[in-house]
């Protein structure tokens, strides 16, 4: 009897939680769940280590080309996180409360800002992700490896998202890895026109 009476008090435990709105956290890591965004053509896991999220940009581009993030791309990666229990609380965050996890959208500075500037003076949680144009995450992984693992890991990106090796050939800076990275600009090229000019890149249209 004793027994019954404690499991039915748990239940109305229970029943008050859910009437209260209180949810748990999915049993599945979150780190995995967020795969499903790499079913999307638009958008890719480009680096699950740094925890940043590539938005489709274009196919080609010119050295004078704006590289941010448009109204259009950062609508495609809300209605895709929409599903994994994320709502826009900001212009530049997009937050699972439940889960606190956030996606930081870099802020707009200036029409000449370098790439490399967009998430180097952010403030990011452990937890939390970027989402940026490939040219940004390319920018960040020249950042943040070794040369030969970043041209690894920028191979890996522009064959699915391509990325403006011109504007990047521009802003790159006086450090070693910098001038290393620029040897491999060519072969970068080379890479990315022979993913272009193939499908399923080929036909791919800009989101605007």
């Known amino acids: 009897m004793i027994g019954r009476f404690a499991s039915l008090l748990g239940r109305g435990r229970s029943a008050g939680e859910q ?20 079913r999307d ?3 890719m896991v480009a680096d699950a280590d740094l925890r940043v999220i590539s938005v489709f940009d274009d196919l080609r581009y010119d050295r004078a080309d704006l590289d941010i993030l448009t109204g259009s791309m950062r609508a495609r990666a ?15 965050v997009f937050e699972n409360r439940v889960e606190d996890i956030r996606f930081l959208l870099p802020k707009f500075h200036a029409l000449g800002a370098s790439p490399f500037d967009a998430t180097r003076y952010a403030t ?5 992700y970027f ?18 693992e970043a041209v690894d890991r920028i191979k890996a990106l522009i064959v699915r998202h ?4 011109y504007r990047i050939l521009d802003f790159l800076e006086r450090k070693p890895v910098h001038q290393t990275f620029e040897g491999a600009i060519g072969h970068l090229k080379f890479v990315q026109r022979e993913a272009v000019e193939s499908e ?7 989101l605007g």
């Open 19 to 38: 009437e209260a709105g209180t949810v748990s956290a999915p049993a599945v890591p979150f780190a995995e769940r967020v795969r499903a965004l790499d």
């Open 41 to 43: 053509p638009y958008l």
């Open 78 to 92: 809300l209605k895709r996180l929409v599903p994994l229990g994320f709502r826009q609380v900001s212009g530049s």
């Open 124 to 128: 990011r949680r452990e937890q939390d």
């Open 131 to 148: 989402i940026l144009t490939p040219t940004q995450c390319a920018c960040l992984m020249v950042d943040s490896y070794p040369v030969e």
């Open 162 to 165: 391509p990325i403006n090796l």
């Open 200 to 206: 399923p890149l080929k036909s791919r249209r800009a």
